[in-house]
């Protein structure tokens, strides 16, 4: 009997949602079990770092790697699977584009760790305690990775072969990618595994899209009711949608809420953010400065709202310089 293709699945820097994706397979799980072998995926198995080193190189057939890079031992073990497998996939927005923890790369990491154990109203630390890389206490020594700079995508630290995006990923996106594993019927290096094609293409809100908007305000889901049937660009919701990739089946759009972007862009966009931003200024009915301002206010949150997902891939970037072998975040 032929040998099973080895499977590794990781987790970085995330939510834990393409964890339950891969379980989301359904009874389509049984079909992944049968056909490959999983020797790696410490989220649900008994699986140490130590049992990863001991494998030769490249005799992982694909792991599965989501979340974002943060830490130390996130950098190394996307290195050390790196280097165990034949075919490595961004699995999922962090690990694609920086996901949801890659708004953190708007502040140090000075404030970044100031609010988490200093400002944060939920924490009480008179002592102001940091976790340290090393604490000695007597013989014992305790450590901790180290906290980098800055969130980076997966293919920002290592060589990546495939993408599947969203947050989380379909289970449609999950089994296509196995089965094309499997049948060797892989796509070129470099593909995200997703239809190339704007989200305005498979929205079931298509037919009203406006050829001309001009927008008046901005409005946010939880301030005004949404009809459900009406293109959310037209009712001055921000839609990410012409700027994000489709694939997803319109889930957010099917439940009444507008595209978030989750699925990063298309291949004809070089930044997701920029696109939709350039979209809708350009669309802004007021054309002198109070008026464009008026409206825009109905957009508090720029960078989260259109790099919700991608401010690591973000062509605008903090840069990180290298001293002493150590990461140093530019001022």
């Excluded at 502040?107 to 940091?130: H, I, L, Q």
């Excluded at 995200?192 to 001309?212: F, G, Y």
């Amino acid at each position: 009997m032929p040998e099973k293709p080895k499977v590794a699945f990781y987790w970085c820097a995330s939510c834990g949602g393409c964890e339950e994706s891969v379980v989301d397979l359904a009874e389509d799980i049984l079909m992944v079990v049968e056909n490959v072998e999983i020797v790696f995926w410490p989220v649900a198995m008994d699986f140490k770092k130590k049992d990863v080193e001991a494998m030769p190189d490249g005799s992982i057939a694909a792991c599965f790697l989501n979340g974002a890079i943060r830490t130390e031992e996130q950098e190394e073990m996307a290195h050390l699977l790196r280097r165990k497998s034949k075919v490595l996939i961004a699995y999922g927005a962090c690990a694609h584009l920086g996901g949801i923890p890659a708004l953190a790369n708007q502040f140090s990491r000075e404030r970044v760790m100031e609010w988490a154990y200093d400002k944060c109203p939920t924490v009480t630390n008179a002592k102001g305690t940091r976790p340290q890389v090393e604490f000695k206490d007597g013989a014992r020594t305790a450590t901790l990775p180290a906290f980098r700079n800055v969130v980076r995508a997966l293919d920002q630290v290592v060589d990546v072969d495939y993408y599947i995006p969203g947050c989380a990923p379909t289970p449609k996106l999950l089994k296509d990618a196995v089965v094309a594993l499997l049948s060797g019927k892989l796509p070129p290096k470099g593909t995200t595994l997703a239809p190339d094609i704007a989200l305005c293409d498979e929205c079931p809100r298509k037919s009203s899209k406006p050829t001309d908007v001009g927008f008046a305000e901005f409005r946010r889901p939880h301030m005004a009711e949404i009809d459900p049937n009406l293109c959310m660009l037209a009712q001055g919701f921000v839609c990410m949608g012409p700027a994000t990739r489709g694939g997803c089946g319109a889930l957010c759009l099917n439940g009444n809420m507008p595209c978030t972007g989750c699925f990063g862009p298309t291949s004809r966009v070089r930044d997701q953010g920029a696109k939709i931003l350039s979209s809708i200024c350009s669309s802004i009915a007021p054309k002198d400065e109070a008026g464009i301002d008026g409206v825009l206010e109905g957009i508090p949150d720029p960078v989260g709202t259109f790099y919700r997902y991608g401010l690591a891939r973000c062509l605008l970037r903090r840069r990180v310089d290298i001293k002493d072998g150590a990461e140093v975040a530019a001022k």
